[in-house]
């Protein structure tokens, strides 16, 4: 069973750019979330996808969207890039529709830096 | 949501037991409480969750007052690589949840 996995590890784009992360979710899991974690702060919800479908989203502006295929991967795509976007974005996975324990699976983050 | 608060740091030495409290004043009834670890430059980690009373795994305990408006995640003698930041969540229990993290307790493990 291989865990989550995400793409780019470390990305730099300057202000005005786009850019697109990619996550991979740990086999089985039919449910992707995706959030900021900026330098000292706990991570904070951007969406969460579930059969490719949005189902759920934070307090982040239209110019973060998203993805998910039918293989349950997922990309996040940010557009006119600016300088508090840099932060650690993860992604996590899980199995929605079971009784279990609310355990999300994360990836090891893409460090984007914005300059 | 309810919110949760906990100490922004704890330093402890190594073998001894860890205590970080936190509070969630305005849990709900179908809340439960979920604790996650994280080191630097790592995606967070799932370490244990409970309802109510007490819940135990290979690595952590959790205790839950009859009120459940705290919780206390007790780390048995703890190693330098316990050093992390550990987070108190209350939420939902299905995968589809987002979850809400607060700013965390730093935990710095001394030899």
């Known amino acids: 069973e291989t865990g989550v996995t995400q793409s780019p590890t470390h990305l730099i784009k300057t202000r005005g750019q786009q850019v697109t992360l990619r996550c991979s979710s740990q086999s089985g899991h039919n449910t992707v979330s995706w959030y900021q974690q900026a330098l000292g702060q706990g991570p904070q919800f951007i969406f969460q996808y579930y059969r490719e479908e949005e189902n759920g989203r934070g307090n982040f502006p239209p110019r973060f969207s998203g993805l998910q295929f039918p293989n349950y991967s997922s990309e996040l795509n940010v557009n006119a890039l600016e300088l508090d976007d840099s932060a650690l974005y993860l992604c996590?996975?899980?199995?929605?529709?079971?009784?279990?324990?609310?355990?999300?699976?994360f990836g090891p983050g893409t460090r984007l830096t914005v300059l | 949501l309810a919110k949760t608060t906990q100490p922004i740091s704890m330093d402890s030495y190594e073998g001894q037991e860890v205590n970080i409290t936190c509070s969630h004043n305005?849990?709900?009834?179908?809340?439960?409480i979920t604790w996650y670890q994280q080191f630097p430059s790592q995606g967070p980690r799932f370490i244990i969750q409970g309802y109510k009373t007490k819940v135990t795994n290979e690595v952590a305990s959790l205790f839950i007052p009859a009120d459940r408006k705290s919780s206390t995640l007790s780390l048995p003698r703890v190693s330098l690589s316990d050093t992390a930041v550990y987070y108190c969540l209350v939420g939902g229990r299905t995968g589809r949840r987002a979850l809400t993290f607060g700013s965390g307790t730093r935990l710095q493990v001394q030899p």
């Open positions: 305005n849990i709900a009834t179908n809340d439960y």
């Open positions: 996590a996975s899980s199995l929605a529709g079971t009784s279990g324990r609310n355990e999300q699976f």
